[in-house]
């Protein structure tokens, strides 16, 4: 079990960036893939970004490619979003999880959840 807590959401306009973190907690985080995944209010959650177990694998949502990216740091059980040129549509409450699978692109495959932090992409 790996529980998560994530953190640097908040309000930017429109171009600017953010960058989120997620702490985890447990001795296995380096066997485990780390996704972002995301939702927005009246939507259904949608799958950001992921990175496998050793950080040499990435995969990005076509929304984000180019303009997010996922990284991790397992020496200190963490993992990263760094989010640049911020659209309107880009507003959601993140969420960081994780699964034994680098193929964990939908809600379904997470075995386990943070609880969000909000960002709000102003125009």
């Known amino acids: 079990q790996v529980q998560l807590v994530e953190s640097g959401g908040g309000l930017v306009q429109a171009g600017g960036s953010l960058r989120l973190s997620c702490a985890a907690s447990?001795?296995?985080?380096?066997?485990?893939?780390m996704a972002w995944f995301r939702q927005a209010p009246g939507k259904e959650r949608e799958f950001v970004a992921i990175?496998?177990?050793?950080?040499?694998?990435?995969y990005y949502a076509d929304s984000v490619k180019g303009r997010f990216t996922v990284s991790r740091d397992n020496a200190k059980n963490a993992v990263y979003l760094q989010m640049d040129s911020l659209k309107p549509e880009d507003t959601a409450l993140y969420y960081c999880?994780?699964?034994?699978?680098?193929?964990?692109?939908?809600?379904?495959?997470?075995?386990?959840w943070g609880q969000g932090t909000q960002v709000t992409v102003s125009s």
């Open positions: 990175i496998n177990w050793s950080g040499d694998s990435t």
């Open positions: 447990g001795r296995t985080f380096s066997s485990y893939a």
């Open positions: 999880a994780s699964g034994r699978s680098y193929y964990m692109r939908s809600s379904a495959s997470v075995e386990n």
